[in-house]
């Protein structure tokens, strides 16, 4: 089984440093990865990119790139008939409950983008489902 989950940088590094990945692009590589592994026989777990801020409310800078390239990822699994794990709509479900002082970091990240202890069982107890 192998769990594809990648995006992040390619919207945060878009902005940062002018080298993330353009969605049609990013939509064709993540198929091609798709294909490539079921060919080789392995299942797959497909994951939508989380967060880059912890701002709620759709607030953070780069919301709706990462609303728009989780929509793809959801769209590549109903097409593909394979399991997601949506931690954008987890993420940000979280975020709206537990940062009442709408803060940049610190929920579920230590820095904007790399999760902490909270954010990475967060993220396990989405996956784990999936994977049994």
């Given amino acids: 089984m192998v769990v594809i989950y990648v995006g992040i940088n390619d919207v945060w590094h878009k902005q940062s440093s002018h080298t993330g990945t353009d969605y049609d692009k990013y939509l064709k590589f993540y198929q091609a990865l798709i294909n490539k592994i079921q060919g080789a026989g392995s299942k797959v777990v497909l994951v939508t990119p989380s967060v880059v801020g912890e701002k709620k409310d759709g607030t ?4 709706a790139d990462l609303n728009k390239y989780a929509e793809g990822i959801r769209s590549l699994a109903a ?9 954008r709509k987890v993420f940000t479900e979280y975020e709206a409950k537990n940062n009442p002082e709408d803060k940049e970091k610190g929920i579920l990240t230590v820095d904007r983008v790399h999760l ?16 049994k």
């Fill in 60 to 63: 953070n800078e780069l919301d």
């Fill in 79 to 87: 097409k593909n008939n394979l399991p997601v794990c949506d931690l």
């Fill in 116 to 131: 902490n202890e909270t954010g990475n069982k967060l993220v396990a107890d989405q996956l784990l489902p999936l994977v």
